[in-house]
């Protein structure tokens, strides 16, 4: 373990239903002098990716960040693959007062066409229509043609933007030629590190734990030639912490993309991060001992976890640690 923290707690958390391939949330959450972090990068990530979003989770333990008072963000709600896309939106309305909706496309263009015209069914039966706002988010898996049929089928559709329809800057600067819809851009930003991109989008999609905290966030809002919108990357409500303070801090009067705390079934709070009337309160929360009980990680996944976390501590300069006043470097795997 990281001779560091006196406390590290493992966790799985378990989906609503499948999202994207995955039905559990794992991860580990760091105790430091200011409350705690979360580590819990995407079985796919490289160990210079999980360096990144271990600085995340050391600077949320050990750095004093400063959370406004009596303040909130207005967020979305999130429509996965599998969900049925009425009967989200209807909840993601009538439940937690969500009226900008972000679903995920990328299947064919009918089926694509149909679940966010179910979206815009349930606001019409809900007499809501004039609030709402679509978010498309294809994850790069739409070629330009496929992009440009899903669009125009759609051209009555209140969408406010399309993130990342096209995985790479040469599709996407291509696409901007033959749609007038806004594009975002997320993985683009994240993994291949680009700054200078409006000539191939609108909008970034900022992800604070991948990027490696909100000091880092702002430095690369400084690099970067369009404005931004905050994300999650599926963190538990912990983890959520930094990516509330920041998305109030640099985008306080956007939607923030941080309403996926809905999707969880379990938690590692007492009491949910979820919107209310839309919006989310920015409150640095810690997990509670009850709840941690209630989902545990196997032994056997908790040792690949401190392997994980142990390669990613190795990435981190001594210098950074220093910065932040976490002790070094005292590891064992």
């Not at 707690?9 to 409350?35: C, D, K, M, N, Y």
């Not at 200078?196 to 490696?212: R, T």
């Not at 309403?259 to 590692?268: C, E, H, V």
Request: glycine share 6%.
């Amino acid at each position: 373990m990281l001779h560091a923290f006196p406390e590290l707690e493992f966790f799985s958390l378990t989906l609503q239903e499948e999202f994207r391939g995955v039905r559990t949330r794992e991860g580990i959450l760091l105790a430091g002098p200011l409350g705690w972090g979360e580590f819990s990068p995407f079985p796919n990530y490289t160990p210079i990716q999980d360096s990144l979003w271990l600085r995340a989770a050391l600077e949320s333990a050990f750095v004093p960040l400063k959370y406004p008072e009596n303040s909130s963000v207005a967020v979305n709600a999130i429509i996965g693959d599998n969900e049925d896309s009425y009967l989200g939106s209807a909840r993601a309305l009538n439940e937690f007062g969500c009226t900008t909706i972000k679903i995920k496309v990328g299947l064919d263009v009918d089926q694509d066409v149909e679940r966010v015209q179910e979206i815009v069914r349930a606001f019409v039966d809900a007499g809501q229509l004039n609030k709402l706002l679509i978010r498309l988010d294809a994850n790069g898996r739409w070629g330009i043609a496929q992009a440009v049929d899903t669009i125009s089928e759609l051209q009555s559709v209140p969408i406010e933007y399309i993130e990342q329809p096209c995985r790479s800057a040469t599709q996407l600067r291509e696409l901007r030629k033959k749609v007038t819809v806004p594009i975002a851009v997320d993985e683009i930003v994240r993994i291949d590190g680009q700054h200078q991109v409006s000539e191939f989008a609108d909008l970034a999609i900022i992800k604070v734990s991948p990027l490696g905290g909100t000091d880092a966030v702002e430095r690369l809002i400084e690099k970067l030639d369009v404005p931004v919108r905050f994300s999650s990357a599926f963190e538990s409500s912990v983890g959520l912490n930094s990516s509330l303070l920041a998305a109030h801090k640099f985008a306080p009067h956007q939607v923030a993309g941080l309403g996926t705390g809905m999707l969880l079934a379990t938690d590692t709070v007492k009491r949910p991060v979820i919107p209310h009337e839309g919006r989310i309160r920015v409150v640095k929360c810690e997990p509670d001992p009850e709840q941690l009980k209630r989902v545990p990680l196997p032994q056997t996944q908790q040792d690949l976890w401190r392997k994980r976390l142990a390669k990613a501590w190795d990435l981190i300069p001594e210098s950074q640690l220093a910065s932040w006043g976490v002790p070094k470097r005292s590891v064992q795997g």
